[in-house]
T-cell receptor, first 113, second 112 residues
């Protein structure tokens, strides 16, 4: 089982739609979780941090289910500017005692006019 | 604005010719990371510095080295670039291990 798994998509949705991405992780001891967005040929940018059961920021809602080891990202009222790849990132303590981020391969979203 | 800066943004080097990529930060973060990202793949961690302590990933080739002369700067040295090293190289920082990471704009390396 891959450490962090995401549906690669692409998700093609019309403007105004609600879209949800899921992400599963294998390390039950994972500490914290993040969603990043990455535009084509650009760097990842932090979208949301998820430390407890969830987080909401405007149109974006992230939820964490530790028992089932998955994180979701919900985008409401999609905008054209939301088109990007969304990376699920999981933070865990490595065997060497340092923290390590593990990235999913990302889910590509295209919002269509 | 506090930020993570990478230079150059685009680098072309010849097969086997050493190249150095640089990263600087004004965030005063303790941890600095170097990632390699190839097309349609997730970023792959090469190594990181926690303050002055260097942490190498087990599968990072010896061809890749890093230096952190002070808190603000970190360098990635590729001693003998191969065609397979062509990629985007991302520098990131975090206040402490386990916190959010903030990425620079990346350096896109081409090997000819």
């Amino acid at each position: 089982r891959k450490e962090v798994e995401q549906d690669p998509g692409p998700f093609n949705v019309p403007e105004g739609a609600t879209v949800a991405f899921n992400c599963t992780y294998s390390n039950s001891a994972s500490q914290s979780f993040f969603w990043y967005r990455q535009d084509c040929r650009k760097e990842p940018k932090l979208l949301m941090s998820v430390y407890s059961s969830g987080n909401e920021d405007g149109r974006f809602t992230a939820q964490l289910n530790r028992a089932s080891q998955y994180i979701s990202l919900l985008i409401r009222d999609s905008k054209l500017s939301d088109s990007a790849t969304y990376l699920c990132v999981v933070n865990s303590l490595s065997g060497a005692g340092s923290y390590q981020l593990t990235f999913g391969k990302g889910t590509k979203l295209s919002v269509i006019p | 604005d506090a930020m993570v800066i990478q230079n150059p943004r685009y680098q072309v080097t010849q097969f086997g010719k050493p190249v150095t990529l640089s990263c600087s930060q004004t965030l005063n973060h303790n941890v600095m990371y170097w990632y390699q990202q190839k097309s349609s793949q997730a970023p792959k961690l090469l190594f990181h510095y926690y303050d002055k302590d260097f942490n190498n990933e087990a599968d990072t080739p010896d061809n890749f080295q890093s230096r952190r002369p002070n808190t603000s700067f970190c360098f990635l040295d590729i001693r003998s670039p191969g065609l397979g090293d062509a990629a985007m190289y991302l520098c990131a920082t975090s206040l402490q291990g386990g916190y959010e990471q903030y990425f620079g704009p990346g350096t896109r390396l081409t090997v000819t």
